[in-house]
Every structure is written in structure tokens, then in C-alpha cells.
Nanobody, 119 residues
Framework: QVQFVESGGGLVQPGGSLRLSCVAS???????????MNWYRQAPGKERELVAS????????NYADSVKGRFTISRDNIKKTLYLQMNSLKSEDTAVYYC?????????WGQGIQVTVSS
């Protein structure tokens, strides 16, 4: 069973930084490389929203306007790991963050990890 497991979340003060990781298991690194990888988040009472994405081979990145200039998505295909570096965090970044792997008809989701930005 293919799995994606997030880590690195927690409580941080406004202006602080966190780095999320998402590690894939039960698939080869070449298969992992073929997936577009995404980070989504869902705040209480709100719909899940796409935060950042990185394409499969040419590594093109896209960001939601709300995180541009603060968040950086990256991937290490050999380690089968997706990252999200989050800087200058704001209270409105508080949410459960999910990694997502997408390829044609395939869609995999991590279990989600809580990020709380509060003083």
C-alpha cells in the first residue's frame, strides 16, 4: 500500500519558520518522480486549498498568492520526499497541511499534519 507521511508540523510564533516533509513509501523513486506533488491545507471551517505545487520532471513550482514569497516547495526524488519551507508565518497559516501526489488517475494523500501559528 503506497503511503505518504508528513512530519515537521507544530506550534510556532508569528514570524517564525517551519519545514514540512512528506515521505513516500512502497514505491520506487522513479515512480515518485512521475507524480506532480502538492501541498494543501485546511483551516477550521474552511475548504481545503492548494498552497503550492511542483511538477514531476521539470520542477516547475506554483504558489497560492497568500504564501508567495514566504513558502518554498521542493522535492528530492532520490529520497522520495517532498518539502515545504514556511517562513514569516502568520496566524492565518494555521491549518492542517496535507501532501498530495497526483498523476493522471492516481491521487494519494498524506494523513495531514497540524501547523499552529500563535503567540
Amino acid at each position: 500500500q503506497v503511503q505518504f507521511v508528513e512530519s515537521g508540523g507544530g506550534l510556532v510564533q508569528p514570524g517564525g519558520s517551519l519545514r514540512l516533509s512528506c515521505v513516500a513509501s512502497k514505491l520506487t523513486f522513479s515512480t515518485f518522480s512521475s507524480y506532480q506533488m502538492n501541498w494543501y491545507r485546511q483551516a477550521p471551517g474552511k475548504e481545503r486549498e492548494l498552497v503550492a505545487s511542483i511538477s514531476s520532471f521539470d520542477l516547475v513550482t506554483n504558489y497560492a498568492d497568500s504564501v508567495k514569497g514566504r513558502f518554498t516547495i521542493s522535492r528530492d526524488n532520490i529520497k522520495k520526499t517532498l518539502y515545504l519551507q514556511m517562513n514569516s508565518l502568520k496566524s492565518e497559516d494555521t491549518a492542517v497541511y496535507y501532501c498530495n501526489a497526483h498523476r493522471s488517475l492516481d491521487d494519494y494523500w498524506g494523513q495531514g499534519i497540524q501547523v499552529t501559528v500563535s503567540s
